[in-house]
């Protein structure tokens, strides 16, 4: 949108109500519909932190306040980046007051008695700048509001895309659709709890859900075989870790990476003796670590074919003697301290509901 420079704001101040009244009335013939005065210079400030005004037509010798003195008030006031022009009224003409005055902010000098036409060309000249400079700064708050809304979008698909192939992960498992959420959600209170940004928690949230997303590639027979699995059927069912990551690798999504990580590292062990790279301790990675004590305290607390439900206090136990062995010891105590957290959503996230 084009702006119409006779439509900006323009303030005066000047102590002499003659010489506002001469200025405003010029301007105003000239087709300048936004035009206020003030003959006390303590209101300048005030009045433009109010109302956004576009030129300021500054005196400097007043009384109580000098133009000098204005100019530094807006100097380190919220006006300093707004590049308003201060066109500065002067019947001195010494050197040293006008380099003060432009040291200070003033963009352009009037000299009294005004001379009709420059103050005319010169008030047009500065208002087209700062035309230019509102237009830019629309155009840019624009621009930052699509590319805003445009993330915001792509976040949302990708999550939406992740929660959906969690199902589909899911499906050829036993486990039940609720599993993947719980995860998720403990895996929540673990982040927040150990202090992890806002951010980060709420993907590993939405991650977490993918951990086993690598078992769609595990035939059949050895996935949902319901006896013991033999060494080799076991090598093979480990694989889903590595399966799941390459699924979820070369993603610029963020989300997806941190799925990736959390796909490839939740069977790791604190002691080093998990799979598939046998890390230890603080290299794996804090998604993996803590995904892998959710998920593991969702399969003990709940029903699966081979098994039955354990009471919380049987699976509590179970992760404090895995402490430091299986499971990072700083997240089991963490986990311990959260109980509560984590027995209120497995109550609101049964499988029976
Ligand atoms: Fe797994
Ligand atoms: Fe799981």
Same mark, same amino acid.
């Given at each position: 949108?084009?702006?119409?420079?006779?439509?900006?704001?323009?303030?005066?101040?000047?102590?002499?109500?003659?010489?506002?009244?001469?200025?405003?009335?010029?301007?105003?013939?000239?087709?300048?519909?936004?035009?206020?005065?003030?003959?006390?210079?303590?209101?300048?400030?005030?009045?433009?932190?109010?109302?956004?005004?576009?030129?300021?037509?500054?005196?400097?010798?007043?009384?109580?306040?000098?133009?000098?003195?204005?100019?530094?008030?807006?100097?380190?006031?919220?006006?300093?980046?707004?590049?308003?022009?201060?066109?500065?009224?002067?019947?001195?003409?010494?050197?040293?007051?006008?380099?003060?005055?432009?040291?200070?902010?003033?963009?352009?000098?009037?000299?009294?008695?005004?001379?009709?036409?420059?103050?005319?060309?010169?008030?047009?000249?500065?208002?087209?700048?700062?035309?230019?400079?509102?237009?830019?700064?629309?155009?840019?708050?624009?621009?930052?509001?699509?590319?805003?809304k445009r993330t915001q979008?792509?976040?949302?698909?990708?999550?939406?895309?992740?929660?959906?192939?969690?199902?589909?992960?899911?499906?050829?498992?036993?486990?039940?659709?609720?599993?993947v959420l719980r995860v998720?959600?403990?895996?929540?209170?673990?982040?927040?709890?150990?202090?992890?940004?806002?951010?980060?928690?709420?993907?590993?949230?939405?991650?977490? /859900?993918?951990?086993?997303?690598?078992? @769609?590639?595990?035939? &059949?027979? %050895? +996935?949902?075989? #319901?006896?013991?699995?033999?060494?080799?059927?076991?090598?093979?069912?480990n694989g889903h870790a590595?399966?799941?990551?390459?699924?979820?690798?070369?993603?610029?999504?963020?989300?997806?990476?941190?799925?990736?990580?959390?796909?490839?590292?939740?069977?790791?062990?604190?002691?080093?003796?998990?799979?598939?790279?046998?890390?230890?301790?603080?290299?794996?990675?804090?998604?993996?670590?803590?995904?892998?004590?959710?998920?593991?305290?969702?399969?003990?607390?709940?029903?699966?074919?081979?098994?039955?439900?354990?009471?919380?206090?049987?699976?509590?136990?179970?992760?404090?003697?895995?402490?430091?062995?299986?499971?990072? /010891?700083?997240?089991?105590?963490?986990? @311990?301290?959260?109980? &509560?957290? %984590? +027995?209120?959503? #497995?109550?609101?996230?049964?499988?029976?509901?």
């Amino acid at each position: 949108m084009k702006i119409s420079i006779k439509n900006l704001n323009i303030l005066i101040c000047d102590d002499s109500i003659s010489n506002v009244l001469l200025l405003e009335k010029l301007l105003k013939d000239s087709g300048y519909v936004r035009v206020a005065a003030v003959t006390d210079p303590v209101k300048v400030l005030p009045l433009m932190l109010e109302t956004q005004f576009d030129l300021l037509l500054l005196d400097i010798e007043m009384p109580g306040l000098t133009g000098i003195e204005v100019l530094q008030q807006m100097h380190r006031s919220a006006l300093h980046n707004q590049f308003i022009p201060v066109l500065v009224l002067t019947g001195n003409q010494q050197p040293e007051i006008r380099n003060k005055a432009l040291e200070v902010g003033a963009s352009d000098f009037l000299t009294k008695p005004f001379d009709n036409t420059e103050v005319l060309l010169r008030v047009r000249n500065l208002l087209r700048v700062r035309a230019a400079y509102l237009s830019q700064s629309r155009m840019n708050a624009e621009l930052e509001d699509r590319v805003e809304k445009r993330t915001q979008e792509l976040e949302k698909a990708n999550a939406i895309l992740i929660k959906r192939l969690a199902q589909v992960g899911e499906m050829r498992d036993s486990e039940t659709g609720r599993h993947v959420l719980r995860v998720g959600k403990y895996a929540r209170v673990l982040s927040d709890a150990i202090g992890l940004p806002d951010d980060i928690g709420y993907m590993i949230e939405k991650a977490a /859900p993918l951990h086993d997303l690598g078992k @769609i590639g595990i035939a &059949d027979k %050895i +996935l949902l075989k #319901k006896g013991k699995l033999t060494e080799e059927e076991r090598e093979i069912m480990n694989g889903h870790a590595q399966m799941g990551a390459d699924l979820l690798s070369d993603h610029e999504s963020l989300l997806v990476q941190m799925a990736g990580s959390i796909a490839l590292s939740h069977h790791e062990h604190w002691d080093g003796k998990g799979y598939p790279k046998g890390l230890q301790g603080e290299s794996i990675p804090v998604e993996g670590r803590i995904t892998a004590l959710s998920d593991v305290f969702d399969a003990l607390t709940t029903i699966r074919p081979y098994k039955k439900a354990w009471a919380v206090d049987e699976a509590v136990d179970y992760i404090k003697k895995k402490a430091g062995l299986q499971f990072d /010891p700083r997240l089991v105590e963490v986990f @311990i301290s959260r109980l &509560d957290s %984590i +027995l209120e959503i #497995k109550t609101r996230f049964d499988d029976s509901k």
